[in-house]
């Protein structure tokens, strides 16, 4: 069966009913119940609580507590290296932006301007320059970092559809990332220039929130809204913690051309930690 097959009943799901209803279930807090749902989630995929700084399933007040839940002290330090993995995920794609293209999957990219919701003149920074695209699933750390110092100068919020964004989904709907709703956050480095992370939403994806701003969704707007940090520094360091997802979604980082060197052991569906080495500057 094609991807594009199995991805149709997508196109007719109620999903921001669907994300709306998870959000609440997310963020009740319901006792026994929602101790059992952790634990059913914790055995139906793999969650290592053993990393976890609170390894104990029954003190989380709400499934959104245990979902963000930070890691132990010393769990995932940082390599030497200009650039570190600011997630834990698997890569679904990376490499050089082809002129303003971006590979989603196999027959699949989309622009720079559609992913930071139309602003061609952000856009053009990153003409020839570097991508990658990283999905946390539902297991994984669901925090985000840093991957290099950077001081916050824009955040930009895109509505938009919330279909999902696991590997199956990037192979077959098109232009997906730059479909459903995002945060962009847009930074400067004293070192490498411009770059941005933006956090990608997805069906079931209750919410995006930044350590600067805190949630940014819901409410879900119906229009492109734009926050400038000019007159309000936000500085953060390598590794720092810049925002969470409450449930799975995927970050696509965009680095301007000669900026970043990817580790020669990345590959398409590999997995990822926090802190290892994502690249460097090339000599």
Same mark, same amino acid.
């Given at each position: 069966?094609?991807?594009?097959?199995?991805? /149709?009943?997508?196109?007719?799901?109620?999903?921001?009913? /669907?994300?709306?209803?998870?959000?609440?279930? @997310?963020?009740?807090?319901?006792? @026994?119940?929602?101790?059992?749902?952790?634990?059913? %989630?914790?055995?139906?995929?793999?969650?290592?609580?053993?990393?976890?700084?609170?390894?104990?399933?029954?003190?989380? @007040?709400?499934?959104?507590?245990? %979902?963000?839940?930070?890691?132990?002290?010393?769990?995932?330090?940082?390599?030497? @290296?200009?650039?570190?993995?600011?997630?834990?995920? *698997?890569?679904?794609?990376?490499?050089?932006?082809?002129? $303003?293209?971006?590979?989603? *999957?196999?027959?699949?990219?989309?622009?720079?301007?559609?992913?930071?919701?139309?602003?061609?003149?952000? *856009?053009? $920074?990153?003409? $020839?320059?570097?991508?990658?695209? /990283?999905?946390?699933?539902?297991?994984?750390?669901?925090?985000?970092?840093?991957?290099?110092? #950077?001081?916050?100068?824009?955040?930009?919020?895109?509505?938009?559809?919330?279909?999902?964004?696991?590997?199956?989904?990037?192979? #077959?709907?098109?232009?997906?990332?730059?479909?459903?709703?995002?945060?962009?956050? =847009?930074?400067?480095?004293?070192?490498?220039?411009?770059?941005?992370?933006?956090?990608?939403?997805?069906?079931?994806?209750?919410?995006?929130?930044?350590?600067?701003?805190? =949630?940014?969704?819901?409410?879900?707007?119906?229009?492109?809204?734009?926050?400038?940090?000019?007159?309000?520094?936000?500085?953060?360091?390598?590794?720092?913690?810049? #925002?969470?997802?409450?449930?799975?979604?995927?970050?696509?980082?965009?680095?301007?051309?000669?900026?970043?060197?990817?580790?020669?052991?990345?590959?398409?569906?590999?997995?990822?930690?926090?802190?290892? /080495?994502?690249?460097?500057?090339?000599?």
């Amino acid at each position: 069966m094609s991807d594009r097959f199995k991805v /149709l009943p997508q196109y007719v799901l109620p999903k921001q009913a /669907l994300t709306s209803f998870a959000g609440r279930v @997310a963020g009740a807090r319901g006792g @026994a119940m929602t101790t059992r749902l952790i634990r059913w %989630f914790v055995g139906k995929y793999g969650v290592n609580m053993a990393e976890a700084a609170n390894s104990d399933i029954a003190s989380y @007040a709400s499934f959104n507590e245990f %979902f963000t839940r930070p890691l132990k002290d010393g769990v995932r330090p940082l390599a030497q @290296a200009d650039f570190v993995c600011p997630v834990d995920g *698997a890569i679904s794609q990376f490499g050089a932006i082809d002129d $303003h293209r971006i590979l989603q *999957a196999k027959g699949h990219n989309f622009t720079t301007t559609e992913l930071v919701g139309g602003d061609a003149q952000l *856009a053009s $920074h990153f003409q $020839h320059g570097s991508f990658a695209n /990283l999905y946390l699933s539902p297991k994984d750390y669901h925090r985000i970092h840093m991957p290099c110092d #950077g001081r916050l100068t824009r955040m930009i919020y895109v509505p938009g559809a919330l279909f999902s964004v696991n590997p199956t989904t990037a192979r #077959g709907v098109p232009g997906l990332f730059a479909r459903n709703e995002r945060v962009v956050c =847009v930074f400067e480095s004293e070192q490498f220039g411009t770059f941005v992370m933006v956090l990608v939403g997805a069906t079931i994806v209750g919410s995006m929130a930044t350590s600067w701003h805190g =949630v940014v969704n819901p409410p879900r707007m119906a229009r492109i809204c734009d926050w400038s940090y000019d007159s309000e520094p936000v500085v953060l360091k390598k590794g720092e913690e810049m #925002g969470r997802f409450l449930l799975g979604s995927t970050v696509v980082m965009l680095f301007k051309e000669k900026t970043i060197s990817f580790n020669k052991d990345w590959a398409p569906e590999r997995s990822v930690r926090l802190g290892e /080495l994502m690249g460097n500057r090339p000599v």
